[in-house]
């Protein structure tokens, strides 16, 4: 689990670029072309991580006895120990010099090898290389890095043992060298495929004991079953880590999907200077030039922090903040209906301080409406005229929430979001307005083809989650989640215009001059997967977009998802701060609750 997000960083921290797999390895390639050596890339990584492991260990030990009011700090009696789990790859390499390298400092270490035979530590003859075992053309009798850092290892007497002696025993757990420190090199960059057998039994086994000796997992470079390039982790299998020391560039996977749940704190080791390394290598192949740089071009950036706003000019009125119109809460003959939908969603577009708001409901919930929103105007949903001229009042239309999903709710949503179309007015489709779309889309409506022209000029935005996104590609939702990246690209290629798929660590795309720029969103929390969150969202973000007094960048979809997320977490605490008064946790979490908690960000915000 991440450390609690820091509302002093709602201001504070710089965006981080993330990178795939691929690119990572082109980044080791051209550092290496450029003359450096493999392996010593290796020994440096390993020696950088082997002082976090101390750093991190000393940290540890400092705040436990704290915590247990000695207030001293003290060294135990016994020696730190360190149970260190290696795979064939690279990652593993890593791992064997981390052992000989704790070793080095006076650390008890024991490896624990995981797809090993016992010919594998006859170290003795072997030519050496700096080929690593990736090179599949390699020559097998040339010994690899991962080989030469596992000599290293055993030249200097570092105890180790096969995994799979002693799964086959019953007395397996005793045979295991209790541990201050596990690390996990079971898998790196390299994995691509879901761990079985004796490696899938590791990943158990590592988890099950650190969580017994309640001792810190720590990953090298990305925790083993967890894909860089997508936050994919197959069947629930990875390494549970504490903190992972992330080598070279920070990989995308990490802060999405399963990332968020299995990474803990993030330690950034960067060894190479990329961007340099990039520019170095074009240089000398003019030909490459393009490709080289397009292949360190991040393929998405990290957001930890929003964006700043200054206070209200004093000489302005409510017209000022922009005109918003709510369109959904609709009641479909027999059904009690979702009302809640577009009540949430207007009263959140208030909360971040839109000028002036019209729900165009149901008329069954006009009374609720203005029960909880006094401030609202309303407007029977059905009155297709009257609605359309709502329209071109409105600074911005937000469709879809609770519009229902019938060929009434249709037939409606077409009229409206063409209206808006002719009236040159923004678009947030959510919800019920996104499942219309898809309808549209499967039959070939031109309804389609005009809203992706119009979102080349214009401000178009779509908020699925997964599910919803899954019937916009037509695709199962397990495609989707397993590459959210290119699920988003998909959807903004097919429909145009700007987006955000919803889920840990949501992810925005929003097309800047022309440009795609990705962002993931480090903020949020599993308590805010409780209905009625997705309606909320989509009032930030319609509330945000119609502040014209707003700087661009305050007012985009990622500022939205910032500040939705960053409500959540103060309401359940993940967020540290003195101003932090309000609490409810993550069971239990309403998305009413949110509204004062947005509000709250909002003044945070404010410069
Ligand atoms: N280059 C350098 O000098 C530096 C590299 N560095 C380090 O290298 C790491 C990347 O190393 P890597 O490329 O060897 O990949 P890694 O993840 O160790 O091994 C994967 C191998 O395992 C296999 N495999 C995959 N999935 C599997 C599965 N489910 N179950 C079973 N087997 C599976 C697959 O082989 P296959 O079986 O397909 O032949 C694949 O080749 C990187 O994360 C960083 O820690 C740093 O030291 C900096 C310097
Ligand atoms: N585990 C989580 N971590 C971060 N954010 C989350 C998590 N679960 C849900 N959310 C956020 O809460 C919102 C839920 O939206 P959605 O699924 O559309 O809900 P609904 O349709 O019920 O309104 C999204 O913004 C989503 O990103």
């Given at each position: 689990m991440r450390n609690n997000t820091n509302l002093s960083s709602i201001k504070n921290t710089k965006p981080i670029a993330l990178y795939n797999s691929e690119q990572v390895y082109a980044m080791e390639q051209a550092w290496f072309a450029e003359g450096y050596d493999s392996f010593g890339l290796m020994k440096q990584a390993a020696w950088q991580m082997t002082q976090q492991i101390e750093q991190i260990y000393e940290r540890k030990t400092v705040s436990t006895s704290h915590s247990a009011n000695t207030n001293v700090y003290h060294r135990s009696a016994h020696p730190r120990r360190a149970s260190i789990w290696v795979g064939k790859g690279n990652n593993g390499g890593d791992g064997w010099l981390i052992a000989h390298y704790l070793q080095q400092a006076g650390w008890q270490v024991e490896v624990m090898t995981v797809g090993f035979s016992e010919n594998d530590f006859d170290i003795h003859d072997q030519p050496v290389t700096s080929k690593t075992p990736r090179d599949k053309d390699s020559d097998s009798r040339n010994i690899t890095d991962a080989t030469k850092a596992l000599q290293i290892a055993l030249a200097s007497s570092c105890h180790y043992q096969r995994f799979e002696d002693i799964i086959s025993h019953d007395d397996a757990g005793k045979r295991n060298l209790p541990a201050d420190i596990y690390i996990d090199?079971?898998?790196?960059?390299g994995l691509d495929r879901a761990p079985e057998g004796a490696y899938k039994a590791a990943i158990n086994a590592f988890n099950n004991v650190t969580q017994q000796n309640n001792a810190l997992a720590i990953a090298v470079d990305?925790?083993?079953?967890?894909?860089?390039?997508?936050g994919e982790v197959f069947e629930r299998i990875a390494i549970q880590a504490d903190v992972t020391l992330c080598l070279i560039a920070r990989k995308f996977g990490l802060h999405t999907k399963d990332g968020t749940d299995y990474s803990g704190d993030i330690v950034d080791i960067p060894l190479i200077p990329h961007q340099e390394a990039c520019q170095q290598t074009a240089s000398h192949h003019m030909v490459a030039q393009k490709n080289a740089s397009q292949a360190f071009e991040p393929v998405a950036t990290l957001l930890t922090a929003a964006h700043s706003m200054k206070p209200r000019r004093?000489?302005?009125?409510?017209g000022s903040y922009g005109h918003v119109l709510v369109i959904g809460g609709n009641r479909v003959d027999g059904s009690q209906g979702m009302g809640g939908a577009a009540i949430l969603s207007a009263a959140s577009t208030m909360a971040t301080g839109a000028g002036k708001i019209t729900v165009a409901c149901h008329e069954a919930f006009h009374g609720s409406l203005l029960t909880s929103l006094p401030d609202a105007m309303t407007i029977n949903l059905h009155d297709i005229s009257g609605v359309k001229g709502l329209i071109k009042q409105a600074s911005i239309v937000a469709i879809g929430m609770g519009l229902g999903r019938d060929e009434k709710a249709k037939t409606l949503f077409i009229n409206y979001v063409q209206a808006a179309i002719e009236n040159e007015k923004s678009i947030v489709i959510d919800a019920d307005g996104l499942y219309h779309l898809a309808s549209l889309h499967m039959g070939n409506h031109e309804l389609i083809t005009e809203l992706r022209e119009y979102s080349a000029n214009h401000q178009v935005c779509l908020t699925p989650h997964s599910g919803e996104a899954a019937r916009l590609l037509d695709q199962k939702i397990s495609e989707i989640e397993s590459n959210r990246l290119q699920a988003v690209k998909q959807c903004a290629a097919t429909y145009g215009g700007d987006w955000i798929l919803k889920g840990a660590g949501s992810l925005v795309l929003e097309q800047e001059e022309g440009k795609e720029q990705i962002y993931v969103c480090d903020v949020g929390n599993a308590g805010m997967a409780t209905a009625g969150m997705g309606d909320v969202l989509s009032g930030v973000t319609t509330g945000l977009l119609a502040q014209q007094d707003l700087s661009a960048e305050a007012r985009s979809l990622h500022q939205a998802v910032l500040i939705h997320g960053f409500a959540g977490d103060v309401l359940v605490n993940q967020a540290n701060s003195d101003t932090n008064t309000l609490l409810v946790g993550q069971r239990g979490l309403q998305a009413q609750d949110m509204l004062a908690a947005i509000r709250h960000v909002m003044q945070l915000m404010i410069v």
């Open positions: 090199a079971l898998f790196g960059i990305i925790p083993s079953g967890l894909v860089a390039s997508t004093q000489n302005s009125y409510k």
